[in-house]
């Protein structure tokens, strides 16, 4: 019966798909898998590098637990404990601001916000997250080493990653708190609890899962940040616990310095000690997004 | 269609579902005035009132709001302030000078043009590279790609961004620059008769030249041009592809017909977002462009030289004289006046496709 239906005695309505369709539409495909693929070489390529080459000294217990000040430039050895407490304060500091403000900025922006004010908030966030990371830095430093006349020091540093980490936590969080259903809210409300106490006891628990993935990633993002710390505080080789006060390596630093300062032909000391660094730095952002991961987990709201 | 009356979302305004509900007379206990009766009286009664910690918390976030309002106004003003000393005892003229020299604070002759000239020619080199590139992921990731790949698929997109610029600065100069050379210097001596490709001012190095530094910086604004084109490509309305598809359209044509012309604006907006990434890249390119000695840039990929963003990271040194630091913060006043009207632009053509 449908061997009648294909075959009509009239010309077909539906002509063969004509070569140079044909040709176009495989040319189209191929180039599409091909810009997939040339996006995969480099990421490919630089975790390889990254790899290999960092491997060298991250295994030794000396890597994490002691820093660069007692060994010369040329001289295999010492750690970069330095610049993991440095990379970790730092951080840690600048999410201690940046989180809760740019949370209530996400809450004011969904559960308040309307009018001219929402939307000037919303253009300056998009606005913030796209000033350069050195604008960012030089902006504190005008306000904080200039004006206000306080040293570099960690703390400076931290203050530019807020910048640069509060549209991140306010979009991530604002996504996040707008899927929040409304019959949640209106539940609350139809109990007589306040506002104020249903988005803290009921719309933000509900969120939070979503919301701390995205905090950790915005941490991980700034973590790698070099242009601030170039300008905000001094490279030391040595460890300073100190946030407030002094010169503190980070990360990032180490490596610029290094390379600044050092050898970079391969199998020298300071190849080892760049690549060293880079790995110890991809380590701690994978770290923190796993970290992410388990605890969005733990605090999501259960399933039936 | 004798929906019962509990199916009312509970905010819906009840006034004008109870017409309906009339139409079942003897069910009183479902219309209106049925259970929020008791309630309601109280409530009406002092429904002005509002609760401390409402106002305390309604405060704190709306604070939170102007907060960031103010901070892109300050942001600019403590740029300029910081920015006059330095400007007002600049010998030559700010914008259209080639040179920099800042060194002796009361004899400093600084001008952006050739930070400005550099800054743009990266970009548009990468640009020129990521545009293509992220267009045909995107619609590898909406159109082509499994639909189960697809999202672990972008997710090693965006880990592009997750990469540290320093570590794509360093990986550019000592592995990828050195791996392109060959190319780089097959094209520098083959097109070195057109000006783009002429030999540059860093020779005989074709390393650290605008030429590598716009791959890598190609690289690292790929996954924010092809999220965003994602995003809306992804929007582009069933019906039409549909249609497409039963006029006997081939993938490509779909994709030609429907998606690109709705998600055009989308693309053009999220490549100015990458735009404006790219004018402010700082570590990476400090890292990977050679400061040439003498010659300043003439428009070739292969010279050498300095954005307005690596100028400020390489010098920062110069930084514990105020009135030199002005001079950079000049620039960097500069660059931000630069990204906010680029991040502007993109973000107006995106929010008049919403619309």
Same mark, same amino acid.
């Given at each position: 019966?449908?061997?009648?239906?294909?075959?009509?005695?009239?010309?077909?309505? @539906?002509?063969?798909?004509?070569?140079?369709?044909?040709?176009?539409?495989?040319?189209?495909?191929?180039?599409?898998?091909?810009?997939?693929?040339?996006?995969?070489?480099?990421?490919?390529?630089?975790?390889?590098?990254?790899?290999?080459?960092?491997?060298?000294?991250?295994?030794?217990?000396?890597?994490?637990?002691?820093?660069?000040?007692?060994?010369?430039?040329?001289?295999?050895?010492?750690?970069?404990?330095?610049?993991?407490?440095?990379?970790?304060?730092?951080?840690?500091?600048?999410?201690?601001?940046?989180?809760?403000?740019?949370?209530?900025?996400?809450?004011?922006?969904?559960?308040?916000?309307?009018?001219?004010?929402?939307?000037?908030?919303?253009?300056?966030?998009?606005?913030?997250?796209?000033?350069?990371?050195?604008?960012?830095?030089?902006?504190?430093?005008?306000?904080?080493?200039?004006?206000?006349?306080?040293?570099?020091?960690?703390?400076? /540093?931290?203050?530019?990653?807020?910048?640069?980490?509060?549209?991140?936590?306010?979009?991530?969080?604002?996504?996040?708190?707008?899927?929040?259903?409304?019959?949640?809210?209106?539940?609350?409300?139809?109990?007589?609890?306040?506002?104020?106490?249903?988005?803290?006891?009921?719309?933000?628990?509900?969120?939070?899962?979503?919301?701390?993935?995205?905090?950790?990633?915005?941490?991980?993002? /700034?973590?790698?940040?070099?242009?601030?710390?170039?300008?905000?505080?001094?490279?030391?080789?040595?460890?300073?616990?100190?946030?407030?006060?002094?010169?503190?390596?980070?990360?990032?630093?180490?490596?610029?310095?290094?390379?600044?300062?050092?050898?970079?032909?391969?199998?020298?000391?300071?190849?080892?000690?760049?690549?060293?660094?880079?790995?110890?730095?991809?380590?701690?952002?994978?770290?923190?997004?796993?970290?992410?991961?388990?605890?969005?987990?733990?605090?999501?709201?259960?399933?039936? | 269609?004798?929906?019962?009356?509990?199916?009312?979302?509970?905010?819906?305004?009840?006034?004008?579902?109870?017409?309906?509900?009339?139409?079942?007379?003897?069910?009183?206990?479902?219309?209106?005035?049925?259970?929020?009766?008791?309630?309601?009286?109280?409530?009406?009664?002092?429904?002005?009132?509002?609760?401390?910690?409402?106002?305390?918390?309604?405060?704190?976030?709306?604070?939170?709001?102007?907060?960031?309002?103010?901070?892109?106004?300050?942001?600019?003003?403590?740029?300029?302030?910081?920015?006059?000393?330095?400007?007002?005892?600049?010998?030559?003229?700010?914008?259209?000078?080639?040179?920099?020299?800042?060194?002796?604070?009361?004899?400093?002759?600084?001008?952006?043009?050739?930070?400005?000239?550099?800054?743009?020619?990266?970009?548009?080199?990468?640009?020129?590279?990521?545009?293509?590139?992220?267009?045909?992921?995107?619609?590898?990731?909406?159109?082509?790609?499994?639909?189960?790949?697809?999202?672990?698929?972008?997710?090693?997109?965006?880990?592009?961004?997750?990469?540290?610029?320093?570590?794509?600065?360093?990986?550019?100069?000592?592995?990828?620059?050195?791996?392109?050379?060959?190319?780089?210097?097959?094209?520098?001596?083959?097109?070195?008769?057109?000006?783009?490709?002429?030999?540059?001012?860093?020779?005989?190095?074709?390393?650290?030249?605008?030429?590598?530094?716009?791959?890598?910086?190609?690289?690292?604004?790929?996954?924010?041009?092809?999220?965003?084109?994602?995003?809306?490509?992804?929007?582009?309305?069933?019906?039409?592809?549909?249609?497409?598809?039963?006029?006997?359209?081939?993938?490509?044509?779909?994709?030609?017909?429907?998606?690109?012309?709705?998600?055009?604006?989308?693309?053009?907006?999220?490549?100015?977002?990458?735009?404006?990434?790219?004018?402010?890249?700082?570590?990476?390119?400090?890292?990977?462009?050679?400061?040439?000695?003498?010659?300043?840039?003439?428009?070739?990929?292969?010279?050498?030289?300095?954005?307005?963003?690596?100028?400020?990271?390489?010098?920062?040194?110069?930084?514990?004289?105020?009135?030199?630091?002005?001079?950079?913060?000049?620039?960097?006043?500069?660059?931000?006046?630069?990204? @906010?009207?680029?991040?502007?632009?993109?973000?107006?053509?995106?929010?008049?496709?919403?619309?």
């Amino acid at each position: 019966m449908s061997t009648t239906l294909e075959r009509p005695a009239a010309t077909p309505a @539906f002509q063969q798909v004509s070569l140079r369709r044909k040709v176009k539409n495989g040319v189209a495909t191929v180039l599409v898998w091909l810009s997939f693929l040339i996006a995969v070489v480099p990421l490919v390529w630089v975790l390889y590098t990254v790899v290999v080459n960092g491997v060298k000294r991250i295994p030794y217990s000396n890597w994490w637990s002691e820093d660069f000040g007692s060994v010369l430039p040329d001289e295999v050895g010492g750690g970069v404990l330095h610049a993991v407490i440095g990379t970790l304060l730092q951080g840690l500091v600048c999410a201690v601001i940046a989180v809760p403000v740019g949370m209530l900025v996400a809450i004011y922006l969904v559960e308040y916000g309307r009018g001219k004010l929402a939307k000037a908030t919303t253009f300056m966030v998009d606005i913030l997250s796209g000033v350069p990371s050195i604008v960012a830095a030089l902006f504190i430093y005008a306000l904080w080493i200039t004006t206000l006349g306080l040293p570099r020091s960690g703390f400076a /540093v931290s203050l530019a990653l807020v910048l640069l980490m509060i549209p991140v936590v306010v979009r991530s969080s604002e996504e996040m708190l707008r899927i929040v259903p409304d019959d949640l809210r209106e539940a609350s409300y139809a109990l007589g609890v306040p506002k104020w106490k249903t988005i803290m006891k009921i719309v933000l628990p509900t969120a939070l899962s979503g919301i701390i993935g995205g905090i950790m990633m915005a941490l991980a993002r /700034v973590m790698g940040e070099t242009a601030p710390l170039l300008v905000l505080v001094g490279y030391s080789a040595y460890v300073n616990w100190n946030i407030f006060d002094g010169e503190q390596a980070a990360l990032p630093l180490v490596m610029n310095n290094e390379r600044a300062t050092n050898s970079m032909d391969p199998g020298s000391v300071g190849f080892d000690r760049i690549w060293g660094a880079a790995l110890t730095l991809v380590l701690i952002i994978a770290v923190i997004n796993l970290l992410a991961t388990v605890f969005s987990r733990l605090v999501a709201p259960k399933k039936k | 269609m004798s929906e019962p009356p509990w199916t009312r979302t509970p905010t819906g305004d009840t006034g004008g579902r109870s017409s309906s509900a009339q139409a079942f007379p003897e069910d009183p206990i479902s219309d209106n005035p049925a259970s929020p009766a008791p309630s309601v009286p109280p409530e009406s009664t002092k429904p002005k009132k509002v609760r401390a910690g409402d106002r305390i918390f309604q405060n704190l976030t709306t604070g939170a709001g102007i907060a960031i309002v103010a901070l892109i106004g300050l942001i600019g003003l403590f740029l300029v302030i910081q920015a006059i000393p330095a400007l007002q005892s600049d010998k030559v003229n700010f914008l259209f000078n080639h040179g920099w020299s800042t060194n002796d604070p009361d004899n400093m002759a600084f001008g952006i043009a050739d930070l400005a000239e550099v800054t743009v020619a990266t970009s548009v080199v990468a640009l020129i590279i990521a545009m293509p590139i992220s267009l045909g992921i995107a619609l590898f990731l909406t159109q082509y790609a499994p639909a189960k790949l697809a999202r672990p698929f972008a997710y090693i997109v965006d880990l592009l961004a997750a990469v540290p610029s320093i570590i794509f600065g360093l990986w550019g100069i000592l592995v990828f620059a050195p791996a392109i050379e060959p190319f780089s210097q097959w094209v520098n001596d083959t097109f070195s008769w057109f000006p783009l490709f002429a030999p540059g001012n860093v020779q005989p190095n074709v390393r650290g030249t605008i030429f590598t530094a716009g791959i890598v910086l190609a690289v690292m604004i790929l996954p924010i041009i092809t999220s965003l084109s994602r995003e809306v490509f992804e929007r582009t309305p069933t019906a039409h592809i549909e249609g497409a598809l039963a006029l006997g359209a081939t993938r490509w044509e779909v994709i030609r017909t429907t998606v690109l012309p709705f998600g055009k604006a989308g693309y053009v907006g999220a490549s100015m977002l990458g735009l404006g990434r790219a004018l402010g890249e700082t570590i990476a390119l400090a890292v990977i462009l050679l400061i040439p000695q003498g010659r300043n840039f003439d428009w070739s990929v292969f010279d050498g030289g300095a954005t307005f963003a690596s100028k400020i990271a390489a010098n920062y040194s110069e930084f514990n004289n105020p009135t030199s630091a002005g001079a950079y913060i000049a620039a960097g006043l500069v660059l931000f006046v630069l990204t @906010f009207l680029v991040n502007f632009a993109a973000r107006a053509i995106i929010a008049k496709k919403g619309d």
